[in-house]
């Protein structure tokens, strides 16, 4: 759609400060639409339950924990290290290399949906293992 907004806006001669204005508008409500969509910077870090509605700070829930920061997704079973990240929308698709507690090391892609406000759905992208991050307060 942009681009034909772009070609339209590039090609005008006639009435050109109204079609400045239109053009400038499309644009607008163009970009408008991909960016109400995308998750904002840091919304996605945070303390997580894994399968289970997060209970007061999780701490009594330590098995389901998941934490999540700009570097590293940590949970019962190790820490994995985020190698890269492609924001679209309301997904997040990520390459992790997991060095889990009992010192064996995997890499593999992973998925992350915003449902709403307080939960994500999560798939391996190998589709081997599905999960729901509920969000913990604070």
Known sequence: MSNMVATGCIGATRNARRLHRICALALGATLAMVWTGAL?????????????????????QEFAIVKVT??????????????????????????????????AVMSSGVTFTKKDNNTFDMAQQ??????VLHRCPG
């Open 40 to 60: 904002a910077e840091g919304e996605f870090e945070g303390v997580f339950t894994q399968n289970e509605m997060c209970k007061g700070d999780g701490s009594k």
């Open 126 to 131: 190998e589709g081997t293992y599905k999960a």
């Open 70 to 103: 700009a570097k590293d997704v940590s949970y019962s079973g190790g820490v994995c290290s985020i190698d890269s990240r492609q924001d679209t929308g309301n997904t997040i698709a990520m390459r992790l290399t997991c060095k889990f507690t009992s010192g």
